[in-house]
């Protein structure tokens, strides 16, 4: 059993990220699962000057113990929600024993527009660098004008999206069993 | 007279960045002055289901009220702060409404390796063209080794960093008028 | 009269980013003309030991004549052709003496795929940061499905682009003027 | 016996980043060997319209042959060189066939100021998510003031960056052998 978790980087209610980190948990292969971290962004804005919250010690321990993590990564501003980066903030610290170190990571990203996200997972990845998470390169997961693909319940609806959310879960495995140490 | 608003992306008391945005404020040109949005960060992970908390409205105004904004901008995991990102997302919505539109901006940070916060300028300036927000290109005001160039109460000691910090000031005083609608 | 000059990354005859440099060029506002600086990419690959070839000097005299320079930027292994970063190598050296300094630049770019060839623009923004060029922020001109919207003899044919690049044309001329020191 | 190359994206003669790549091979764990690319890249301009010079073939030859690459990457305009990114433009097609697909790659990078190339090495990580090659995280090999760490002869005197190339080898040897297909 390879047991990941799953972050989104929204906190809205009808988040198209969440619905395809959602599909993503629903596509991955025989013997794979995901559990979604909700809710765990909501911390103080970090500041080194603070002791590390309790929110943050069970989202390190989450991250600790799950063989990989997939981020679900929306777009604002051309770049990662400050939400999902302060949290890496929080996480990633002290970086020698951050739970980040060496843990296979892998992107989604979802948007209304035709980008799909990949200005978001440019940035991503280079802050996975410094913490020294192995990320999956490829296939990437961006899908553009994401509404036209889920339904008003966040159900995939879309069959081209659901074949690459399985290559990606197939993909994913491997690359978590070749970073196993 | 030209006022311009400082932001600081770290909320530690003792941080460099601030000690180098006060250090800018000190070496601007005659009839120029930055106040200090110090305090102004803490606010809730953004969430558009949320309506548009006070601070966000005071942030924003501020923004609005003056002619320019200096960033200070430290470096966490190769990136901007979340907490500055945090309040990016909040200020920069709904978008044809921003005061970052068209406001004249410019970066400096400092850190202390040697990179001086150049990947977190790099992904910050990115940003601002989402936003339309002219960014200064030169002179960068990149400052490695940042703890030996300021004593302990944070006042500037360095006196190459003082100059450049000059040229800055003049520079962006010249970007300011030309960028007036 | 504003004269600008148009620089294509791609060598390629049947290149969908010339085709659309000349849609550019044929919906410039009047009193605006552009020349394209078509096959001034062909250089050696720039060695500081070499002298400066007589066609590089040729690239720099020809932008340095210009009001403004509008780049067509192909994507490339998700950064912007090695041949107009060629050139840029060439004609950004010696630093002080570049034509890119200061001149006012904006960039363009079309591919057959959904991203735009928004990741080769972002790494472009940043190379221009260097050579102190600003470059205009907004409207993005980001052409996805290009292939779709040009006949086969590159004639653009789709609407919605062509008012795209008039916007563009308004706004480059102003951000051109801004910049007339 | 574990064989790699290395390929440095500088022509110049004289080129600390050669000098650097030269230490690297050098203080590779036993039964590693690197052999050095040089002068394969000077090609045409990459134009699709071409069929695919003798030279390329010989690159993508001494590519697929190797068990992993190491690129030496000068810093020029904020970015790679032309010269290096027109021949991952050639390498890297058709991509179903590059022989850099799934290779395992590392890079190093010289400068004689202070930010060791850090930008160049972000767009080359960023070009080879395309190309799908596996890129080592830690350790970076960013040195800057490199001129002070060499002789004139190009052979590295400073001992922190020898024990930096060592740690360096050691843990690119173990990415190679953990991405062993």
């Known amino acids: 059993m390879v047991a990941l978790v799953g972050i989104c980087g929204s ?3 009808a988040s198209l990220n969440r619905a395809l980190l959602k599909a993503v948990s629903e596509t991955l292969p025989e013997g794979v699962t995901m559990r979604l971290l909700d809710g765990m962004l909501e911390l103080p804005i970090f500041n080194s000057d603070l002791a590390e ?8 321990d989450a991250i600790a113990g799950a063989a990989g993590v997939v981020f679900a990564v929306p777009e604002y501003n051309y770049s990662i929600p400050g939400g999902l ?6 996480v990633s610290r002290p970086p020698p024993s951050s739970p980040l170190r ?9 948007a209304s527009g ?3 996200t990949i200005r978001a997972q440019a940035h991503m990845r280079h802050m996975l ?7 999956m390169n490829q296939p990437e997961v961006l899908i553009p004008r994401a509404h036209e693909r889920f339904d008003a319940e966040g159900t995939l609806t879309d069959e081209s999206t659901r074949a690459l ?4 879960g197939v993909a994913f ?3 978590v069993a070749r970073h196993r140490t």
Chains 1, 2, 3, 4 share one sequence.
């Open 85 to 90: 980066k302060n949290a890496l903030d929080w």
């Open 11 to 13: 906190l809205r209610k």
């Open 53 to 60: 919250p309790a929110a943050v010690t069970a989202l390190k």
């Open 102 to 110: 060496g843990k296979p990571c892998a992107l989604v990203g979802a």
């Open 165 to 168: 959310l399985q290559r990606f």
């Open 114 to 116: 035709m980008s799909g």
């Open 173 to 175: 495995t491997a690359f």
């Open 129 to 135: 660098v410094f913490s020294d998470s192995p990320c």
